[in-house]
């Protein structure tokens, strides 16, 4: 599991990006999560099952699109493929606006 200061840049971005598709998810004990010092919120980081659902692919296409990235962790290509299929990329910092693919 991707716990790395990127992914959680990337999931907090994420979030504020595409809040709707975040807020609607159920967490629970299993899921991580971190809170950003001297805020009480708490960021989700979504594993790679939850990412493959977001992207609403089966795992073999989820699995073909997060090749497309070269990225250190699975979890960091998968939260781009959920991202691509919402108009945004990584530009290494943070979530800008594409268009549709």
Known sequence: MDKSETYKR???GAE???PEL???QIYDS???VFRV???DLLWWLPTQDRLQV???LSWQEFDMECLKYDTPTKEQAGI???MKENNRV???ERWIESKKS
Request: glycine share 12%.
């Open 54 to 56: 977001l992207s609403g």
């Open 16 to 18: 504020r990006a595409v």
């Open 22 to 24: 975040f807020y609607k």
């Open 10 to 12: 990337m999931c907090k």
């Open 30 to 32: 299993h899921d991580y």
């Open 90 to 92: 990584w530009d290494g």
């Open 80 to 82: 781009q493929v959920v």
């Open 37 to 39: 010092e001297g805020n």
